[in-house]
């Protein structure tokens, strides 16, 4: 069946960089976008951008413009994210999904929590 | 703040019917996007519930159920169950701000 695997959680100190990576199985790739989405304690879902795995292509969401970088590794099947310039209010659960426009994101990876602290 | 505006919170008894709104404007919802809605169980990523404003993946049950109208859209579920309680959100498309939008989300308790 379809999965998003995503890597273990992270703790990183200001300024530095994490970076977090969602490999499916179980479904092609190339066939959906990759949205990443993250979620601060207590608070809602925030759309962080996504990448079509087919061309590399990517957009993300202004905020983040500048410090996110997704990629992908078609080979083997694995999307990644990179947050740059890490702040506090970075600290959140980053999920990865896959998504069409049509159907939403129909499939979530487990979230992978990244805290930022000093 | 989110561009589609959901309740904080609802609320209903057992097997009562409540409805969670989610109000956008003509850039996203009253534009003709798409509006999906997902349950967020504490502690879990969250789901797909509905697609395409009323399409329900496999295994949801038909006591959830969307609509759309203008620029807004709702989510109804029947007959409430204890298992029902959790955040709910929707999420569209936008052409002049962030491609994909979400609402705040909606806290459901079932009392």
């Known amino acids: 069946q379809v999965q998003l695997v995503q890597s273990g959680a992270e703790v990183k100190k200001p300024g530095a960089s994490v970076k977090v990576s969602c490999k499916a199985s179980?479904?092609?790739?190339?066939?959906?976008?990759v949205h990443w989405v993250r979620q601060a304690p207590g608070q809602g879902l925030e759309w962080m951008g996504r990448i079509n795995p087919n061309s590399g292509g990517t957009i993300s969401e202004q905020k983040f413009q500048g410090r996110v970088t997704m990629t992908r590794d078609t080979s083997i099947s694995t999307a990644y994210m990179e947050l740059s310039r890490l702040r506090s209010d970075d600290t959140a659960v980053y999920y990865c999904?896959?998504?069409?426009?049509?159907?939403?994101?129909?499939?979530w990876g487990q979230g992978t929590l990244v805290t930022v602290s000093s | 703040q989110s561009v589609l505006t959901q309740p904080p919170s609802v609320s209903g008894a057992p097997g009562q019917r409540v409805t969670i709104s989610c109000t956008g404007s003509?850039?996203?919802?009253?534009?003709?996007?798409?509006v999906h809605w997902y349950q967020q169980l504490p502690g879990t990523a969250p789901k797909l519930l509905i697609y395409?404003?009323?399409n329900r993946p496999s295994g949801v049950p038909d006591r959830f159920s969307g609509s759309k109208s203008g620029t807004s859209a709702s989510l109804a579920i029947t007959g409430l169950q204890a298992d029902d309680e959790a955040d709910y959100y929707c999420?569209?498309?936008?052409?002049?701000?962030?491609?994909?939008?979400f609402g705040g989300g909606t806290k459901l308790t079932v009392l």
């Open positions: 999420q569209s498309y936008d052409s002049s701000l962030s491609p994909v939008v």
């Open positions: 395409g404003i009323n």
């Open positions: 003509s850039s996203n919802i009253g534009a003709g996007y798409d």
């Open positions: 999904a896959r998504g069409s426009y049509s159907s939403g994101c129909d499939y």
């Open positions: 179980g479904h092609i790739l190339t066939g959906y976008y």
